[in-house]
């Protein structure tokens, strides 16, 4: 398994789509949502404190479709409406806290670097590390930890503050194992809360040297 430092300053946290689709009471919302959405606050509290940027993503379609397109096809939700700026699904849910000082970053497709200013905004900052949490776990955040590794930086995965829901005739608990796997393996370093929690605290306070 990787290892990787964690430096605060060169560190954001990518909160996932939070949104209230994702979150509970819809089709495609995780089991997990509430649960995973109280860990992520804890976690942003503990980001901010060490001087962690925090990021939270949307996604987000125009209400016209004008860039709906192959999504038309292959995500029914989308072309229900439910991804629509402006509607109540997509907006983020009402129990995140957001901080003045976090971003909110809206985003065209399942990916937080594709079609927006991900990029550049870490890279003005000198950010070359990433924290991953939200919704869903084999889809949203996934693809961003993917796109992120490819830009050379270094991801750290959340396992319990990151949650997927059913598909075909797997369950939200066997895809959220198989892509902890996979990611653990070649993409990230995959970590639970508290794992992440005791590296910034480790950071913000470094041991004594004996």
């Keep these: 398994m990787h290892d990787f430092a964690l430096d605060p300053a060169k560190t954001a946290l990518v909160n996932v789509d939070m949104q209230n689709c994702f979150v509970e009471d819809s089709p495609i919302a995780a089991p997990e949502g509430i649960v995973v959405l109280d860990r992520i606050n804890t976690l942003a509290a503990a980001c901010r404190g060490a001087k962690v940027q925090v990021i ?7 209400p016209d479709g004008s860039n709906l397109g192959v999504l038309a096809e292959t995500s029914p939700p989308a072309k229900a409406g439910m991804l629509d700026k402006g509607s109540n ?3 983020l849910h009402p129990r995140l806290v957001v901080h003045p000082d976090d971003l909110i970053l809206e985003k065209p497709r399942f990916g937080a670097f594709h079609g927006t200013d991900l990029e550049l905004i870490l ?5 070359d590390s990433i924290i991953i949490s939200g919704i869903a776990t084999n889809v949203c955040c996934e693809t961003t930890a993917r796109e992120a590794m490819v830009r050379d930086f270094r991801v750290f995965f959340v396992s319990d503050a990151t949650a997927a829901a059913p598909m075909g005739d797997m369950t939200a608990a066997q895809l959220q194992r198989a892509t902890l796997t996979t990611l653990g393996f070649l993409f990230a370093q995959v970590l639970s809360m508290n794992e992440v ?9 470094p041991r004594t040297a004996a």
């Excluded at 939270?56 to 125009?62: D, E, G, P």
């Design 197 to 205: 929690l005791a590296k910034l605290s480790l950071a913000v306070h």
């Design 89 to 91: 699904s997509a907006a």
């Design 123 to 127: 890279r003005s900052r000198g950010i």
């Design 56 to 62: 939270h993503t949307a996604f987000a379609l125009r």
